[in-house]
Nanobody
């Protein structure tokens, strides 16, 4: 059974940093695409960052490039999202998601397709963690 548990959210001032963690189990990291998504109040879910099954390519939505970094610790089954220079528009519930695949397609789609469709090919989702950025 695939399990994903996100944590690390909280309240931070604009310009601050947070690191989100996702504890994962039940699937092989080296044969899965793993992504972070978010949903702001009143808005659709959107992709934020994704790491390919090979672990050597990362994709980001344009608005977080240079500020967010996705990483994985395969030995400990953890995925992280380091968020720096946070802005009020980053306020959202953040989710980690995974899909067993050997292709980078899920990540490429996450980065290129707007809205929920960008994450439609991810079959396993964790509960979210709330990030609130105050101005």
């Amino acid at each position: 059974e695939v399990q994903l548990q996100a944590s690390g959210g909280g309240l931070v001032q604009a310009g601050g940093s947070l690191r989100l963690s996702c504890a994962a189990s039940g699937f092989p990291f080296d044969a899965s695409a793993i992504g972070w998504f978010r949903q702001a109040p009143g808005k659709e879910r959107e992709g934020v960052a994704c790491i390919t099954p090979s672990g050597d390519r990362r994709y980001y939505r344009e608005s977080v490039k240079g500020r967010f970094t996705i990483s994985s610790d395969n030995a400990n089954d953890m995925i992280y999202l380091q968020m720096n220079d946070l802005k009020p528009e980053d306020t959202a519930v953040y989710y980690c998601a995974a899909e067993r695949t050997l292709s980078p397609y899920n990540c490429i789609k996450m980065a290129r397709v707007r809205g929920p469709e960008g994450g439609a090919d991810f079959g396993s989702w964790g509960q979210g963690t709330l990030v609130t950025v105050s101005s």
